[in-house]
Structure formats: C-alpha cells, structure tokens
C-alpha cells in the first residue's frame, strides 16, 4: 500500500486494493490525530464515514453537521481532509481560551509579583502562568525558581522546578501573598547549600573535571582527573559537604594501589579539596599548570568515553601506556586475537597500544 497524500498537514495510506478504507494523521496545532476513512463499496466518496480519535472527536464535537456537508460538497479528500483541520483548529483555539484563568486570577497575580518586585523576576509568559524569579545567593550565584502557576491560584499549590541537589518541598496555603512567600523559601533553601557550592565551586575551578563536562548546581557527583589516565569519583552530601565524600578511584593498578585510604584523617574543618589531596596523596593537576587533553579518558579501542552506560575503567597497567579501555571493547578486542588465551571467564592478552600482557575478565 503506497502513501496517498503525505504533508504537514496530514497522511493518508490505503488499506485495500479499492481505495476503499484510508488511515492517516492530521495534524491540529502540530499535534497529530488519528483517524480512518470508509467508503461504502462501490459508493462514492460524499459517503463516506469518518472516524477520529477522542481528543479530535471533543474537538470537532457539535460540528458534526457542517462537517457531513463539507464531506459532500469536497472535491476529493485532501479538499475535505484541510476543511476538517481548520474547523478542529479554531475549535482547538476556542477550547483554550475556555481554560485560560478568570480576570481575578490576573489581578491577583499581578498584585503579588508587585510585592515581589519585578526586578526578581526573569521571565514570564504571556498568559502569566509561567514565571521565573531569579535570586542571587551569597556566594553572587545565580538561581532560578520556575513557577507553574495554577488557575485555581493560591488555592492550589504552584509546581516548581528548581535545579537544586535536594528536593525542594513548599509549605503553602491558600492565602495572598504566597508568591512572596515561596521566593522566601527558596531564599532559606539556596542559603543553607552555600557551603556545598563554595567547595564544590572550588573544585570546579582548581581541578579537571571529566564528568560531568558542565555540571549544573544540582550535580553532586564530580569525576575528577587524577592524572596518568586515573580519576577519582565523588558524590558529596549536600546536607553534610565536610564529611568525607564517596569515593571511587579509576585507573591502572600502579597507579591506583598506592592511593592509600587514609580516610581518618579527614578533617571537617578544612575544605573537601584539601582533604582528598591529602588523604589521597595526590595532587590535583589543574587548569593552572596542565591542558585538559592530557586526561584524556577515551577507549583506546572505539574512542568514545561513555558506551552505553560503560565508561572506560580498565587500564593497561604498564607504567608508560597506561592507556584506558571499555571493559566490552577490550574482551571483544582479545577475544579475537589468535595470540589471546582465555581461561574461565579471564582473557590474557597484550595491550593493544604497548604491547605489555593485559587480562580482562568477561563483561557481566
Ligand atoms: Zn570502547
Ligand atoms: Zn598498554
């Protein structure tokens, strides 16, 4: 069955040999409807009967008649078919404007961004139900509270979208000046995060960070570059961020093993930077004295970082390659070398880039 008709306004495929079913979209305000077409067979086409999905059907419904004598004035189908999309689209229109809020909704509204000051807010959509208050906190960090204003507002609570790395959760009630009051909120959450983002801000700046490549404020998770093709992970608390982090080291074993764990001796009072070079006895290469290239953490196989979920974990161990793999890219790579020897679930081998012997285990 070949396509009929087929633009951005609607598609049309034939279901049998007499062109006598069709089913296709049409397209209403750049959401598609489905529908289907019958004929009676040997009928002509002002007979024919159409049928749509719901959200077309209360779209188009009361209309009913004026449609039936479009369909037997048309011409043919696309004729019928772009009469049928301009009355479901000024319906649609119609329907949206029924759900647009009460005149008081703006009054009140207006009111409460007054008190607010206008200076606080960074965008707002032209139906005032979607607003964006910017606050700035301590640190001269830039926030943004998005606000989905209900038209049952201040009866029904607001949704907010915030970019925080703990859940904002409002208290609200069905008062005036609850906007005000949600601002204040998000004021007390952003100053009680301060020294979360000032450690990791410093982070950021003193370190190589791999991942994420921009992390945004709610990110708490950085992959930092240890250097030698070795990273280490963390995911600081952002209720606690002196307490130690959770850390993950990844790289070759020499380089690896001797990062001895010295987790006692973690002290609150300095910040998570200091701490980790110390217990870690490392120091951080940074944008100060090293290129970001030269933590190069891609697959020496396939050259990506991430494949699928899997990131590049196994290391050849010698000291001057080093180089970094995919734990599937490098079995896959063994597994077809005549020179490979596998035992169990273990395959021996050498490295790709240098040579040295390599093993790796079978991926889970
Ligand atoms: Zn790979
Ligand atoms: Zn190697």
Not at 143 to 156: D, T
Not at 243 to 269: T, Y
Request: hydrophobic share 35%; charged share 20%.
């Amino acid at each position: 069955m070949s396509l009929m008709q087929s633009d951005d306004n609607f598609y049309l495929i034939p279901q049998n040999n007499e062109r006598t079913c069709f089913e296709g979209f049409i397209n209403v305000h750049g959401q598609e409807h489905q529908f289907q077409i019958s004929l009676p067979p040997g009928g002509t086409f002002s007979q024919a009967s159409v049928q749509c999905d719901l959200s077309l059907q209360q779209m188009l419904q009361g209309y009913e008649a004026v449609i039936e004598k479009r369909l037997q004035q048309s011409q043919d189908l696309a004729t019928f078919l772009l009469e049928l999309k301009t009355i479901a689209e000024s319906q649609a229109q119609k329907m949206h404007l029924i759900m647009l809020p009460p005149p008081s909704y703006y009054k009140q509204l207006l009111t409460e961004i007054e008190e607010l000051d206008w200076k606080n807010v960074s965008y707002v959509d032209t139906s005032l139900q979607q607003l964006h208050l910017r606050a700035m906190d301590q640190g001269g960090r830039e926030h943004i509270l998005k606000i989905h204003i209900s038209s049952e507002h201040p009866v029904e609570r607001p949704i907010c979208t915030v970019d925080l790395p703990i859940p904002f959760n409002i208290s609200w009630s069905s008062q005036t000046g609850m906007l005000q009051f949600l601002y204040k909120q998000f004021q007390n959450m952003l100053e009680t995060l301060q020294d979360f983002w000032n450690q990791l801000d410093e982070i950021d700046s003193k370190t190589w960070i791999l991942e994420p490549e921009n992390p945004i404020r709610g990110a708490s998770k950085r992959r930092i570059a240890l250097g030698n093709n070795s990273s280490v992970q963390i995911q600081v608390d952002p209720k606690n961020p002196r307490l130690p982090p959770e850390c993950k080291l990844l790289g070759a074993d020499h380089v690896i093993n001797p990062l001895n764990s010295r987790i006692g001796e973690w002290n609150p009072e300095d910040s998570i930077l200091n701490n980790l070079e110390r217990v870690l006895n490392v120091q951080f290469p940074s944008p100060a004295n090293s290129k970001k290239e030269d933590f190069n953490m891609e697959c020496g196989i396939c050259y990506a970082y991430r494949l699928e979920m899997e990131i590049p974990d196994k290391a050849c161990d010698d000291q001057r390659c080093g180089q970094p793999f995919h734990q599937t890219c490098l079995y896959e790579w063994l597994r077809a070398l005549p020179s490979s020897r596998q035992s169990f679930n273990t395959i021996f081998g050498e490295c790709p880039y240098c040579n040295k012997p390599i093993t790796v285990k079978m991926p889970s």
